[in-house]
């Protein structure tokens, strides 16, 4: 009899989630016709509180009525966690081995042992802070893709740096030490390929860090907090 009643109360909160899904849905499709589609409905931790997701990781917060529209971040205070961020870095992770490792170059510190993929922007600050960081990671593999979408001179920094004798010394020397990389020319439709990908990744800024995990970290982090990461992850 128990089993039957726990089985009945899951039954009826299962209905009960159904139907503020379906008033939630028709009254925001109502009242904001202009919201893109919705593609997911679904309660969070915080009572009476519902995401909204659309365009595959965009989130909002909104009642079981669809009364209030929140666009902001959820925290859950008492175990000091980013709700929103944690959500979305699930819906934007990747299979990591499915990465195009050809169009990128790769630099290798020490054993290699742990891995990253990194989109950047050779004309992107932050990229250059992350990079002068990542000298102090040792024991690691970087998996360097070229995506310019700041200007057309990322476009032909990129190049340059593609096509250069050795990517990675040419890289290294522009983002850490502000050297202009020598203009070479060779088959550079990586490039090309990287910007596609990166579009349909999502990426819409740099630097933004891939895990082998398929998590990702949109924007520059400090050496410590990247080695923290890796180890959490047991890379």
């Avoid at 028709?26 to 509180?49: F, S, Y």
């Avoid at 020397?173 to 990287?194: E, L, V």
């Amino acid at each position: 009899m128990k089993r039957f009643l726990m089985a009945l109360g899951l039954a009826l909160l299962s209905l009960g989630v159904t139907a503020q899904e379906a008033t939630i849905r028709k009254n925001l499709a109502q009242r904001l016709p202009n919201l893109p589609k919705i593609d997911e409905v679904r309660p969070t931790p915080m009572p009476g509180l519902f995401e909204v997701r659309i365009n595959h990781s965009e989130l909002f917060y909104t009642d079981a009525q669809g009364n209030f529209l929140i666009d902001g971040t959820l925290i859950d205070t008492r175990n000091r966690t980013n709700l929103t961020e944690e959500r979305q870095n699930k819906l934007t992770a990747i299979n990591f081995k499915d990465l195009p490792l050809k169009d990128a170059f790769t630099l290798v510190r020490g054993n290699g042992k742990r891995t990253i993929a990194v989109f950047e922007d050779p004309n992107c600050g932050y990229c250059k802070r992350f990079e002068r960081d990542l000298l102090k990671v040792n024991n690691i593999t970087v998996h360097v893709f070229l995506y310019p979408i700041l200007s057309a001179d990322s476009t032909e920094k990129s190049k340059h740096i593609w096509c250069a004798k050795d990517k990675g010394d040419a890289y290294l020397d522009w983002m850490t030490k502000d050297i202009t990389p020598t203009r070479a020319s060779c088959d550079a439709s990586a490039i090309d390929r990287n910007v596609e990908l990166g579009r349909r990744l999502r990426i819409s800024g740099t630097p933004t860090i891939f895990f082998t995990d398929g998590s990702r970290v949109p924007g520059a982090i400090g050496a410590d907090r990247l080695d923290k990461m890796l180890t959490d992850i047991g890379n």
